[in-house]
């Protein structure tokens, strides 16, 4: 069985900083991507990153230059650091799984691509 934990979180100021970090466990195959998703209050989902463990990395315009998603291949964790926050970050950021290998991403692909979720972790910002 597939288990999807995430840790960190929380509420910081505008211009701040958090660090998201996610554990995957009950992996069966050695190729598997691994993103971040957020949900904003009355908002779809969003896929902010995702990576294929080992290999690219693709992150979301809104973002870009202020997180920075890194993987552990050893461990199966991503963590998500977010540096110069804003309020419109402000989200339910959950991380999500795939296993397999469906080739080199070029895109960022949809929520419902993932198989497995965690329960998510809150991010607020402040004004």
């Known amino acids: 069985q597939v288990h999807v934990v995430e840790s960190g979180g929380g509420s910081v100021q505008s211009g701040g900083s958090l660090r998201l970090s996610c554990a995957v466990s009950?992996?069966?195959?050695?190729?598997?991507?691994m993103g971040w998703i957020r949900q904003a209050p009355g908002q779809t989902r969003e896929v902010v990153a995702v990576?294929?463990?080992?290999?690219?990395?693709l992150v979301v315009d809104s973002v870009k230059g202020r997180f920075t998603v890194s993987q552990d291949n050893a461990e199966n964790t991503l963590s998500l650091m977010m540096n110069n926050l804003k309020p419109e970050d402000t989200a339910m950021y959950y991380c999500?799984?795939?296993?397999?290998?469906?080739?080199?991403?070029?895109?960022?692909?949809?929520?419902?691509?993932?198989?497995?979720w965690g329960q998510g972790t809150q991010v607020n910002v402040s004004s």
């Open positions: 999500a799984a795939r296993q397999g290998y469906y080739g080199v991403l070029t895109r960022l692909p949809p929520t419902t691509w993932f198989n497995y």
């Open positions: 009950g992996l069966t195959n050695s190729r598997y991507y």
């Open positions: 990576v294929e463990n080992g290999g690219r990395e």
